[in-house]
């Protein structure tokens, strides 16, 4: 069976003010998620302002706008903006979330010893310490948004997911903005491929979602089944099995919602980019190439891939690798 990797970190919380603390581990960057999370404006389903996060999650049927900050070295706080008090469960599973969502629960010493003289993981594992990969817990959001993200730019993905999620999801207002949640399968289990296409879905794609969506409906699909199979490598056969999940959106998958650290979207175009970049070539290296240049980084393929699509815009990049 497929394990957590380590227990949720301690957390603790205050009923009158509304809020509580959640220990992180040494190697966590705050920053480097906040990086990661401010990639496009036109993100939709968090909000960040003056170093803080501001989300919508459900919990037991309640939609609950939290705001998240670093409070001091190894704590960040996770207010409720509504100011109302939550018992323990409810703080509980609110923890669950932030720790999976922040990837809170992994022991990353493992990946920075064997790091620490790689020829190209080194420079990224110092410039971006602490970055751990920022997922997405919810396995139909996650299998919308790679769907969404097949053979398009990450800027039209993202107007995709925003005309989605305002069109079929909950939202609540605060201060002037609006807060979303992704739709679940039974919000769209009646809607059509048409009605798909005039937000821009091409027929393929809204095809793929609203099957998705059934599969998830009927009870067919679930992460919790996924998670319940032999390996990763059973959950990787099973979502090759629906129409529309091919290995690239698989690997996504399994790297940002079941966390697999094995998950390798070989043919992912940033990946390519970056190692291109980190190699200083004229060209992108080919898929033998890559998978030999991988095979030292063997159980921990997810993180690597994340650090080199971090490496992408860095200015001090290129120029360290043409000292190397």
């Not at 999620?165 to 605060?174: A, D, R």
């Amino acid at each position: 069976m497929i394990t957590p990797k380590k227990d949720t970190p301690a957390f603790s919380f205050d009923e009158c003010l509304g809020c509580l603390d959640i220990t992180t581990p040494k190697e966590f960057s705050f920053t480097e998620a906040l990086t990661h999370l401010s990639r496009s404006s036109l993100e939709c389903m968090h909000y960040i302002e003056n170093g803080k996060v501001f989300k919508l999650i459900e919990i037991d049927g309640d939609q609950i706008l939290i705001e998240i900050s670093e409070k001091e070295s190894a704590t960040i706080q996770v207010r409720f903006v509504d100011g109302k008090s939550r018992n323990d469960a409810v703080c509980e599973k609110i923890t669950g979330y932030v720790t999976e969502w922040f990837d809170l629960q992994t022991d990353l010493v493992p990946f920075y010893r064997m790091a620490k003289n790689d020829f190209l993981l080194s420079k990224l594992a110092k410039d971006f310490y602490g970055l751990r990969i920022v997922g997405i817990p919810d396995l139909f959001e996650a299998l919308c948004w790679a769907v969404m993200g097949q053979q398009v730019n990450l800027r039209f993905a993202y107007t995709l997911k925003k005309r989605f999620v305002e069109s079929f999801g909950q939202q609540v207002q605060w201060n002037g903005r609006q807060y979303w949640s992704f739709p679940k399968p039974s919000d769209i289990s009646a809607i059509s491929v048409d009605e798909l296409r005039k937000l821009q879905f091409t027929s393929k794609k809204a095809e793929y979602i609203l099957g998705i969506a059934k599969l998830m409906g009927s009870g067919e699909l679930s992460k919790e089944s996924l998670m319940l199979l032999n390996d990763f490598k059973a959950a990787e056969q099973k979502l090759l099995s629906i129409r529309g999940i091919g290995p690239w959106t698989a690997h996504y998958v399994l790297m940002r919602c079941l966390r697999d650290a094995t998950a390798f979207p070989i043919g992912d175009a940033g990946l390519q980019n970056a190692l291109k970049q980190l190699l200083d070539r004229a060209q992108k290296p080919a898929l033998e190439e890559i998978r030999q240049l991988f095979d030292p980084w063997k159980g921990w393929e997810a993180y690597a891939v994340f650090y080199l699509w971090r490496s992408l815009g860095s200015p001090s990049t290129k120029s360290s690798s043409t000292k190397k």
